[in-house]
């Protein structure tokens, strides 16, 4: 037999249950609007991250090129310049990126400027020099070439090539030898044994391409840390590496062609 009181009991449980479920619906509510406001901020950030990415890639670009050509607050900011015969003198010690890298170095920090009359020839002075005008000579046979050329000064008690050239972003340094007379190139060849592993020479009188071919070939042999000699002829210009002498008979051949043509 049910009673009131069961009735009442019944009645509070109904509303109980009713209450429940209310604020159940109430916070599932809630909830979507708080993931709704959620997901909008998200959108936010992902079109504000999207416009913003073209920019830093930008702003990476621009701060990266100069450097690589004509130097940048990075490198000052990480460098300290000890002296140009200093600079010189580390390149005997450096290889590879770090010797590239000390050419850079030099060519930013070192106080060019660019030779009277000429467009694309700088120096540090030295113009009184009593080789400054085989150098100078040289220096505009390199620019006919697409050279942008660096005259190095010699200071006292160190050995230091003669030019850096740059072109498209690359960077070599030669020992310029100007060969006037009939003297061996041999023996001009090994002056600069210890000094640089490139040597330009400048012909300016008539030499016996076979006799030159020789020369070169023996240069490489004697010295193991050669890379190239360049050759200036009249407007020639012959670059050979180590690999182009291991065939002697064949450099010969090529050689000559190329020097007569």
């Not at 080789?131 to 390199?142: F, G, M, Q, S, V």
Request: net charge neutral; proline share 3%.
């Amino acid at each position: 037999m049910s009673t009131c009181c069961d009735g009442v009991s019944d009645l509070r449980q109904t509303v109980s249950i009713s209450t429940f479920l209310c604020r159940i619906t109430l916070e599932m509510a809630n909830f979507r609007s708080f993931l709704a406001n959620d997901l909008l901020i998200l959108g936010f950030i992902c079109n504000f991250a999207d416009n913003m990415k073209p920019t830093i890639i930008e702003n990476e670009i621009f701060e990266f090129e100069p450097f690589e050509k004509e130097g940048s607050e990075l490198m000052a900011a990480e460098t300290s310049w000890r002296g140009m015969a200093e600079e010189l003198q580390e390149l005997h010690y450096l290889k590879g990126a770090s010797f590239i890298k000390q050419l850079k170095l030099i060519v930013y920090y070192g106080e060019f400027h660019r030779v009277e009359g000429e467009t694309c020839i700088f120096s540090t002075g030295g113009e009184q020099s009593p080789d400054y005008k085989n150098l100078l000579n040289a220096a505009r046979k390199a620019v006919e070439h697409g050279y942008r050329v660096y005259i190095l000064p010699n200071p006292k008690g160190t050995r230091t090539p003669d030019f850096i050239f740059e072109q498209k972003g690359n960077y070599k340094v030669y020992d310029l030898k100007t060969i006037l007379g009939k003297a061996s190139v041999g023996n001009r060849l090994f002056e600069s044994i210890g000094q640089t592993n490139r040597v330009l020479l400048n012909i300016t009188t008539e030499y016996n391409p076979i006799a030159l071919a020789r020369s070169i070939r023996s240069y490489f042999e004697r010295n193991p840390q050669a890379i190239e000699v360049l050759v200036y002829k009249g407007r020639k210009s012959i670059s050979v590496l180590r690999a182009d002498t291991i065939n002697g008979a064949s450099f010969f051949k090529y050689f000559v062609a190329k020097y007569i043509q």
